[in-house]
């Protein structure tokens, strides 16, 4: 089991920046692939980024590519997500995802509300 905890939420005026972050339980997170995901009312979760357990590549929605980055610690056993240039639509449950094993883990979310 993998326990994933984000942090690092808030409001924030368009335009600004926040970095969250999400820390993950176990000793393999360095094989664990990471990703971000988010979620408004009434919508369904939609993928933000990814980052291969090596850190070597990361992949990008098409909405925030050029704005957002994904980094990983893997001596931390963390994950970021580090916005840039923030929108009104980027308000959202941002939730942290990892993929072991052949199996998903999800945290609870962190609630960023961007402005205008």
């Known amino acids: 089991q993998v326990q994933l905890v984000e942090s690092g939420g808030g409001l924030v005026q368009a335009g600004g920046s926040l970095t969250v972050s999400c820390v993950a339980s176990?000793?393999?997170?360095?094989?664990?692939?990471m990703g971000w995901f988010r979620q408004t009312p009434g919508k369904e979760r939609e993928f933000v980024a990814f980052?291969?357990?090596?850190?070597?590549?990361?992949y990008y929605a098409d909405s925030v590519k050029g704005r957002f980055t994904i980094s990983r610690d893997d001596a931390k056993n963390t994950v970021y997500l580090q916005m840039n240039s923030l929108l009104p639509e980027d308000t959202a449950v941002y939730y942290c995802?990892?993929?072991?094993?052949?199996?998903?883990?999800w945290g609870h979310g962190t609630q960023v509300t961007v402005s205008s």
């Open positions: 995802k990892a993929t072991y094993s052949g199996r998903l883990f």
């Open positions: 176990g000793r393999a997170f360095s094989t664990y692939v």
């Open positions: 980052i291969t357990w090596s850190g070597g590549s990361a």
